[in-house]
């Protein structure tokens, strides 16, 4: 295949048979965080509070931070809060670090924890000292694993490269930026602070100062974004010798504040399903043609010469395949002990909490088919995986049979793989599958986690609808 170059974004000519289905499917629609999950009434949630803090972990558990706040509220977003002042840091971080001692004094020894996450919001508008005494925390009181991934995630506004540096220095090992779009008109209408060369120029200094993972976000499906902005935003994406790059489908959900300035006409129409189809085929055709790994449905390696900044992307893998996880901050959302629970996310609420108690805002019974949910959401968003996985669920390779008949997925002796149009169509595929074994019924979830990046969910951006 010849290289593409943003002068002559003919992206038709990268696809394949079954790269773009856009009819397969009505809608783009993921599965509910928490589906199928059974609603402890808050009558029992001190009782069940302590069960979970003093159950042991299991071994190769993950821990989740949530720092709730953002210098700006980007019109796309659905993961705002709460206001950035720098004021708000230190508090903040003296209740996250009470939190986490609190935990470590009810734990008892045993299992482990091999990838934290820090995900917001913002975690990188903290101070480098917040930031750094954090991470010292989460290092005395987690029994984290030799080989322990620890990603902070944000934005290049108010993360300096010397604050990046030091976060490296005080334990983290994976950068997760958010860049959504290298084009500077787009990027000033979704409410970004700086312009697309800006990105790209922190980014390529991120890479080449480091020998931590550096990952950065993407984002398909957004207003006005064709097929030149999308090739570009590749080819640079491509230029900055990064570890990782996630692809999201921009879920335009109700609540935006983007759906207010497209009624009104100030933003371009968003692009069709067709669209977002062939955008998402062309981005994997041209990642794997320039020599990139697919990891999972939406996050690609790059095969980066220099060992310790290879990716791995454990927390994200693991998390959907609903390994239990430990959360900590407001917002946050966990799973152990065979519930899942959330943290309360009125700020106000989680900074008055006495100390000696975990500050809970929603506590339920995990499902009963919690293993048959991780199991299809882990083997689906990898994208490929062992047929003999689905062996005990005849429903459900009956179903992936009749997706193989229109082109989504084939299936071999030994193996199920998706098409590209099957890995854009997967949150689908996964809510279809789950529902053939747990079918719908009403209060499934906290009104709270209904949208697709309640915190519930950690970190999965997941498209819901085109
Ligand atoms: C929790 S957000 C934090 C990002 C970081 N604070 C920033 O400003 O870049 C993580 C990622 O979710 C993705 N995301 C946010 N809103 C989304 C939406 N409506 N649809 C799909 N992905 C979205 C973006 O790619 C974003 O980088
Ligand atoms: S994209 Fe990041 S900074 Fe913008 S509103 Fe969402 S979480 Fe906050």
Redesign the pocket.
Known sequence: MSSLTPASPDLNRWLQANDVLPTAFAERKALMPMWGAQMVPPTAWPAITQRILSTPIKPSTLAYFHIPF?ANR?V????YRNAWQSKHGAPYVDRLIAELEFEASQRPTGGSINAVYF????P?ALSEADLCRLLAAVQRTLPLTDDCEITI???ISHFSLAKAQACLAAGANRI?????SFDSQLRRRLG?QHSGDDAAAYLRELCSQTDAVIVA???FGLPGQDDAKWAHDLDVALSLGLSGL?L??????PT?PINRMLEKGALPPLPSLATQNRHYAYAVRRLIDAGWTQLSNSHFSNPNPRPNRRERNRYNQAIKSGQDCLAFGSGAGGCHAGYSYQVQGNLDDYLATPLDQKPIAFLAGTSPQKQAFGLIQGALEAGEFARSLFAPYPILLQQLQLWQQQGLLTISQDQITLSIAGRFWAPTLIRELAQLISPPKEEQCPPHSQH??SAMQN?K???VSA
């Open positions: 953002c980007c796309f977003c659905g993961f995900g917001g919001g913002t990188t995630e944000g934005r997760s930026i958010g860049v959504q970004r976000d993407l984002m996630d999201y489908a921009f879920n335009c959900f935006l697709p990046h970190k951006p997941q498209s």
